[in-house]
């Protein structure tokens, strides 16, 4: 089964206003540009680069990522 980015993203959703992740989640939730399907870090880092949105941060972008490879196995 393919599990989308945005989708792994979305479980971090309802955390605190100092939890880095959560805020991710929000900000990419509420943004209806986001591509919902990708699985394609490439395609997804170029967005969240070009997007520059604080509450998006590459770093962060980088931290879910690796968290999302080693859940799903996608190398």
């Known amino acids: 089964m393919n599990h989308s980015f945005y989708s792994?993203?979305?479980?971090?959703?309802?955390?605190?206003?100092h939890?880095?992740?959560?805020q991710f989640a929000?900000?990419?939730?509420h943004?209806?540009?986001f591509p919902k399907q990708l699985s394609d870090f490439h395609k997804l880092s170029r967005y969240?680069?070009?997007k520059a949105d604080d509450e998006m941060s590459a770093r962060?972008?980088?931290?879910?990522?690796?968290l999302y490879e080693l859940k799903y196995q996608v190398f």
């Open 8 to 17: 792994y993203v979305q479980t971090f959703r309802g955390g605190g206003k």
């Open 60 to 66: 962060v972008f980088d931290e879910l990522w690796y």
């Open 31 to 33: 943004d209806h540009s």
């Open 26 to 29: 929000e900000a990419a939730f």
């Open 48 to 50: 969240i680069e070009e």
């Open 19 to 22: 939890d880095d992740k959560s």
